[in-house]
């Protein structure tokens, strides 16, 4: 997965977690992505960001969606928790939201610093979300 610049690639490792790569220099950018294995991987529209979803133990059956730095690798703030598996993860187009979509519900989160804005419950586990500005959310 690239960034929007194309300065950035996160790989996916089956065994291991993802880690992310400068692709001009072919360095990695810090010892990132540590959570476990991760899934769905979004960054962020100014590249500044990146969210995973994972868990960081094998025999969990929910997920964490962790927002990761990108200009050194690391975390940022707490993990955003989820009852289910989640299936998808999207970014507004103005980098200020972070919707994600779990077995029954769909999330939307500030992606500045992960408060919960608002869950819409729903009956089946959406596989594709997106997300566009809208008045009265910020």
Same mark, same amino acid.
Request: hydrophobic letters at 40%; aromatic letters at 6%.
């Given at each position: 997965?690239?960034? #929007?610049?194309?300065?950035?690639?996160?790989?996916?490792?089956?065994?291991?977690?993802?880690?992310?790569?400068?692709?001009? !220099?072919?360095?990695?950018?810090?010892?990132?992505?540590?959570?476990?294995?991760? /899934?769905? &991987?979004?960054?962020? &529209?100014?590249?500044?960001?990146?969210?995973?979803?994972?868990?960081?133990?094998?025999?969990?059956? !929910?997920?964490?969606?962790?927002?990761?730095? !990108?200009?050194?690798?690391?975390?940022?703030?707490? #993990?955003? #928790?989820?009852?289910?598996?989640?299936?998808?993860?999207?970014?507004?187009?103005?980098?200020?939201?972070?919707?994600?979509?779990?077995?029954?519900?769909? /999330?939307?989160?500030?992606?500045?610093?992960?408060?919960?804005?608002?869950?819409?419950?729903?009956?089946?586990? #959406?596989?594709?979300?997106?997300?566009?500005?809208?008045?009265?959310?910020?």
């Amino acid at each position: 997965f690239f960034s #929007p610049d194309g300065n950035l690639v996160l790989a996916e490792l089956n065994a291991a977690p993802a880690q992310l790569f400068n692709v001009v !220099t072919g360095q990695r950018v810090g010892d990132v992505l540590k959570a476990g294995k991760t /899934h769905s &991987p979004r960054f962020s &529209p100014d590249g500044t960001r990146v969210f995973t979803a994972g868990d960081s133990t094998a025999r969990r059956r !929910t997920d964490d969606v962790r927002l990761w730095n !990108t200009a050194n690798g690391q975390q940022v703030g707490q #993990p955003l #928790p989820h009852r289910d598996h989640v299936n998808a993860i999207e970014f507004s187009n103005n980098s200020k939201m972070l919707a994600t979509a779990s077995q029954n519900s769909v /999330h939307v989160w500030s992606a500045t610093d992960g408060t919960a804005l608002l869950e819409l419950p729903h009956d089946d586990a #959406p596989e594709a979300i997106a997300l566009m500005q809208s008045v009265g959310i910020p």
